[in-house]
């Protein structure tokens, strides 16, 4: 009886554990964009987030003194919009949009040389690299449930996701970033969503 209260607790445990991996990783649920914030892009345009485009989005967050996962997710974003691009579906059915948390060093110059290593050279690209005030950042932050701080360092603790939305502001999946960053995953679970 007792080697049957464990098995039972055991598979209990498992059943919970998944669920919650499911519920947190794999199938997170909706989000809402904030409509009120507006952010200016790397190229000195203002973008308002109420009149964003129907389209599914791969999200960002990052800085530019990033010493690690920030600037390898966006190599690897750099290559799946290459491979977005040969489809045919880049900048029209999906886009990606990149804001930085850093945004009193991160300015729009200093974008727009971060873009432009990943051969973003304006806002009609299909990427748009977002900075914005303190407040505007942290709206668009907490509404997707990445978590960010400064404590004092200059390098800043911050959550591991970039966020997949589909056309409707579902948020399928979220990726993790850096080495992780699965860009296979993320391609066919584009390709899933757009077609």
């Not at 690209?125 to 701080?149: H, M, P, S, V």
């Not at 959550?159 to 992780?180: H, I, R, V």
Request: glycine share 8%; net charge negative; hydrophobic share 40%.
């Amino acid at each position: 009886m007792k080697k049957f209260y464990i098995g039972f607790i055991s598979i209990l445990v498992l059943g919970i554990a998944a669920g919650i991996f499911y519920l947190q990783v794999i199938r997170p649920g909706t989000a809402e964009l904030p409509k009120d914030v507006v952010m200016e892009t790397a190229f000195e345009e203002e973008i308002d987030f109420a009149d964003l485009p129907k389209r599914a989005r791969l999200i960002e967050f990052m800085y530019t003194q990033c010493p690690d996962v920030c600037p390898v997710t966006t190599l690897e974003m750099s290559k799946l919009k290459h491979t977005l691009e040969e489809e045919g579906v880049f900048g029209d059915e999906v886009e990606f949009i990149t804001i930085t948390i850093d945004p009193k060093r991160d300015t729009p110059e200093v974008l727009k040389e971060y873009a432009g290593r990943f051969e973003v050279t304006s806002s009609e690209d299909g990427w748009l690299f977002l900075t914005g005030t303190d407040e505007a950042t942290k709206e668009i932050a907490d509404a997707l449930g990445f978590l960010y701080r400064d404590p004092g360092s200059g390098e800043i603790v911050h959550s591991t996701y970039a966020y997949f939305m589909d056309e409707d502001n579902n948020l399928l999946e979220k990726f993790t970033m850096g080495e992780g960053f699965d860009r296979e995953r993320a391609y066919d679970r584009i390709m899933r969503t757009i077609n």
